[in-house]
């Protein structure tokens, strides 16, 4: 018999309320016991929903990787409900890792740390660190509480395939390969939390996100500018998600320099085109006449740029389109966590070489 749909339970925690409804707590104690039973929930956080198991069983993170179908070789970030609960997972606790900690969280920031021992091989990928965060979303740090175990949670898609922001993303990616998914509504942030290796001497940034270069170098001083600059390399090699083909929409995605002459190009070609578009002027403006064209434009700043990325890639994933072509956004600092992530797109599944 094939498995259930999973049930979609909503929970919400209206601002300015010291607790959440009763409704809610009693929805998040039912994961709760879900997760200690070594149980798949997806779980909203303010970056993307994560699909979560008891970060120290064993079974219940190979189940992660099965439903995912994530290779072994990359590891799990382990979401914890405070710095206490990360300290008791991590056998050292680098300056760095204090530092971050205490000004940056809750928030989207990940430290990897050297690796308690307790916390299961399979989670750090056989590797000697493990990368921990607590999340900024309330009710994600309710349900790590409630359950009293660190949670192993990756991104809640199928492996090389769009992060999800929304409960519905999670239900079309994964369906019944899991137990249960809680919707707290669509993510605040977008984009996947910054990864930072504690481990290395200066600290370096493993994977750009929400908080930037300078977010984080205001807390821990000069960061590595390049993967040489760290006294180790091997983090590069401990970090297979900044290699591989991530985040990409199944349609094939385009960066070009000239995004109106490739539109126009590929819409003479008989191509239905999808774009996203920074920069409108008389061009694309002419060329959003056309039936197979769809022109969406995107905020202009970075924050609200990676709020809808995922959004608008699984929507106009959903228009049998032939191509998608993105303005490149901007060179600076701030753009660097979306750039990557488009950057990562247009090499996906569907790319042309
Ligand atoms: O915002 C986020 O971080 C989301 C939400 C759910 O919290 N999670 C997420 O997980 O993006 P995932 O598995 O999709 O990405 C984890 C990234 C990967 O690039 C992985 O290689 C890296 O973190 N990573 C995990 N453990 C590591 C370790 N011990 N050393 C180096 N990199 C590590
Ligand atoms: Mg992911």
């Not at 929930?41 to 303010?46: G, H, I, K, L, R």
């Not at 409960?167 to 930072?196: F, K, Q, W, Y």
């Not at 191509?271 to 039936?291: F, I, K, P, Q, Y």
């Amino acid at each position: 018999m094939p498995r259930p749909l999973p049930e979609i339970l909503r929970i919400e925690w209206p601002p300015g309320q010291p607790a959440p409804p009763a409704a809610t707590d009693a929805t998040l104690d039912r994961a709760a016991e879900v997760l200690r039973r070594g149980g798949l929930v997806a779980v909203p956080t303010e970056t993307v929903y994560g699909l979560a198991a008891n970060a120290l069983d064993e079974l219940a993170v190979e189940g992660i990787f099965r439903a995912k179908g994530r290779p072994a070789t990359n590891p799990l970030i382990v979401h914890v409900a405070d710095a206490e609960m990360a300290r008791s997972l991590a056998a050292d606790w680098p300056q760095a890792a204090e530092a971050i900690t205490r000004e940056l969280w809750p928030g989207p920031v990940t430290v990897v740390v050297p690796r308690e021992e307790r916390v299961p091989l399979i989670v750090t990928a056989g590797g000697d660190t493990v990368a921990l965060r607590c999340p900024g979303h309330p009710l994600a740090r309710r349900l790590i509480e409630r359950a009293g175990i660190p949670l192993a949670a990756p991104s809640g898609n199928r492996s090389e395939r769009l992060s999800p922001t929304t409960a519905h993303h999670v239900l079309a990616g994964l369906g019944n390969r899991i137990d249960l998914i809680l919707d707290a509504g669509p993510c605040e942030r977008g984009i996947e939390s910054t990864v930072v290796d504690c481990t290395t001497c200066p600290p370096q940034i493993l994977r750009p996100g929400p908080l930037s270069r300078d977010d984080l170098e205001k807390v821990v001083g000069p960061l590595a500018r390049r993967p040489e600059d760290a006294a180790s390399t091997a983090a590069l090699a401990r970090s297979p998600g900044l290699q591989a083909r991530h985040y990409a929409p199944a349609t094939p995605l385009e960066m070009p320099a000239d995004p109106p002459g490739r539109v126009a190009q590929l819409l003479a070609a008989g191509h239905r085109v999808g774009w996203l578009v920074l920069v409108a002027d008389d061009r694309s403006r002419e060329l959003a006449a056309s039936r197979d064209l769809v022109a969406v434009p995107m905020p202009v700043d970075p924050a609200g740029y990676a709020r809808q990325l995922f959004a608008t890639l699984h929507a106009l994933d959903q228009r049998q389109l032939d191509r998608i072509v993105v303005d490149p956004p901007p060179a600076e600092e701030a753009w660097q966590a979306v750039r990557d992530r488009l950057t990562r797109a247009a090499r996906g599944p569907g790319a042309r070489p």
